[in-house]
């Protein structure tokens, strides 16, 4: 049974940081693409980064290039997302998913991963 559960959210101020952590179990892929993907009511679910566990190949969003970090840890099958520079359009609640390659890249495109996490709360406020 495949498990994804994120935590580090919380309530933080504009400037200010958060690592989120994502712990992993059971997928069921020897390799794969892990990525954080964010969501405010009322609009879709956006990608912000994905990570290949591969290589640590990295994409972002380019609204959080060079604030966020994507990172992995294969031996503790952990996943990371270090944010800086919290903006208050940051605010969402962020899940990490994982899924398989498509041609050789991982997206950021919610339809490329099959396993979800229930979420994390990140509120900045200004």
């Known amino acids: 049974q495949v498990q994804l559960v994120e935590s580090g959210g919380g309530s933080v101020q504009a400037g200010g940081s958060l690592r989120l952590s994502c712990a992993a179990s059971g997928v069921p892929y020897s390799a794969y693409c892990m990525g954080w993907f964010r969501h405010v009511s009322g609009k879709a679910r956006a990608g912000v980064a994905a990570i290949y566990t591969g290589s640590g190949s990295a994409v972002y969003h380019d609204s959080v290039k060079g604030r966020f970090t994507i990172s992995g840890d294969n031996a503790k099958n952990t996943l990371y997302l270090q944010m800086n520079s919290l903006k208050p359009e940051d605010t969402a609640m962020y899940y990490c998913?994982?899924?398989?390659?498509?041609?050789?890249?991982?997206?950021?495109?919610?339809?490329?991963?099959?396993?979800w996490g229930r979420g994390t709360q990140v509120t900045v406020s200004s």
């Open positions: 998913a994982a899924g398989r390659l498509s041609g050789g890249f991982c997206y950021r495109i919610p339809d490329y991963y099959d396993y």
